[in-house]
């Protein structure tokens, strides 16, 4: 597991992660993600917190190389009650 800060004056950056992957498709691709908590915190004290989804190759042995992003990404704001969502195919 690795832990990360990025600080800069506006908001600063931080979590945790850890590389998970796996193959898929008799080889031909790859799917993996960072897996772990992502926050980026403002200077009004909102807290955006999100956790990337699977990105899958395709192509790595033969057709067309094919990058995509798999599943969800859903950002979350506690302090103002805000969620997104996004659907990726």
Request: glycine share 14%; charged share 20%; net charge positive.
């Amino acid at each position: 597991m690795i832990s990360f800060l990025v600080e800069n004056p506006l908001f600063t950056y931080e979590g945790t992660f850890i590389f998970q992957g796996k193959i898929g498709n008799l080889g031909n691709a790859l799917i993996g993600r960072q897996g772990g908590k992502n926050r980026v915190h403002f200077l009004d004290g909102t807290v955006i917190e999100f956790e990337f989804p699977f990105l899958k190759m395709g192509g790595v042995l033969y057709g067309k190389r094919v990058l995509q992003w798999i599943d969800s990404l859903e950002f979350n704001d506690k302090k103002n009650g805000l969620t997104a969502r996004m659907e990726f195919s």
